[in-house]
C-alpha cells in the first residue's frame, strides 16, 4: 500500500501570504494518478488539481501543482481568506487507493 | 457534464448491511476509461477509499474492508451500488460516489455525499 504523508498536520498563514502544502508517497506514484482536493466543513471535498499539476475547471491560478514520482507539492500563491480550509492528496495509480490524512491550512 | 448522485437509506442498525446506490448522468458507466468508486469520511476524520469497480465488473477493494464490501453495476441503469455488511458505528460517515480515468490524466468526478448513521 502506497503511503501518502502530509506534513504537518497544521499550517498557519497570514492572508496573502504564499503557502506551500507537501504530499510525499512511501512508493513512487504516476503523476497522472496524483490529485489534490480542498475541503471546508460541512462541505463535500472539491477538486483543486488532477495529474499532479493541472488545475480543474474554475479553479483560481492562485493555486498550482508540481512534483513527481515520491514528492509532490500543492501551492497557494497569495492566500485569500476562502483558502483557509483542509487540503487533501490522493493517488489512484496503484490499489488500494489512499488518501493523506490531510493539512489543514489556519488563520494566523 | 458528468453528475454523480448517491441514494439509499440514511440510518441502519449495527450488524446490518449498507446499501447505496450511485446514479450517473451526463456520461455512460460503460465508457472504457473509467473506474467508478466508493469513498468514506466519518465525523471529524479524513477521507478513506473503499473501493472500485469498472464497467465490466473487476473491482478493487480497500484491504480493510474487503471482507464486507460487494460493488456492483448495472449499465442498464446507469447506475453503480456499494453494500457493506456487519456494519458497526464505526461505520457511520458520508458516503461520496466517485469516477476516475485510469487511463489519460482527467478530472476525477464526484458525487455532493450523503450521510449514514449506524444506530439502533
Not at chain 1, 77 to 105: H, N
Not at chain 2, 73 to 90: G, Y
Amino acid at each position: 500500500e502506497i503511503v501518502l504523508t502530509q506534513s504537518p498536520g497544521t499550517l498557519s498563514f497570514s492572508p496573502g501570504e504564499r503557502a506551500t502544502l507537501s504530499c510525499r508517497a512511501s512508493q513512487s506514484v504516476s503523476s497522472k494518478y496524483l490529485a489534490w482536493y480542498q475541503q471546508k466543513p460541512g462541505q463535500a471535498p472539491r477538486l483543486l488539481i488532477y495529474g499532479a499539476s493541472s488545475r480543474a475547471t474554475g479553479i483560481p491560478d492562485r493555486f498550482s501543482g508540481s512534483g513527481s514520482g515520491t514528492d509532490f507539492t500543492l501551492t497557494i500563491s497569495r492566500l485569500e481568506p476562502e483558502d483557509f480550509a483542509v487540503y487533501y492528496c490522493q493517488q489512484f495509480g496503484s490499489s488500494p487507493w489512499t488518501f493523506g490524512q490531510g493539512t489543514k491550512v489556519e488563520i494566523k | 457534464q458528468l453528475q454523480l448522485q448517491e441514494s439509499g437509506p440514511g440510518l441502519v442498525k449495527p450488524s446490518e448491511t449498507l446499501s447505496l446506490t450511485c446514479s450517473v448522468s451526463g456520461g455512460s458507466i460503460s465508457s472504457s476509461s473509467y473506474y467508478w468508486g466508493w469513498i468514506r469520511q466519518p465525523p471529524g476524520k479524513g477521507l478513506e477509499w473503499i473501493g472500485s469497480i469498472y464497467y465490466s465488473g473487476n473491482t478493487l477493494y480497500n484491504p480493510s474492508l474487503k471482507s464486507r464490501v460487494t460493488m456492483s453495476v448495472d449499465t442498464s441503469k446507469n447506475q453503480f451500488s456499494l453494500n457493506l455488511t456487519s456494519v458497526t458505528a464505526a461505520d457511520t460517515a458520508v458516503y461520496y460516489c466517485d469516477q476516475v480515468n485510469v487511463v489519460l490524466p482527467a478530472a476525477p468526478s464526484w458525487g455532493q455525499g450523503t450521510l449514514v448513521t449506524v444506530s439502533s
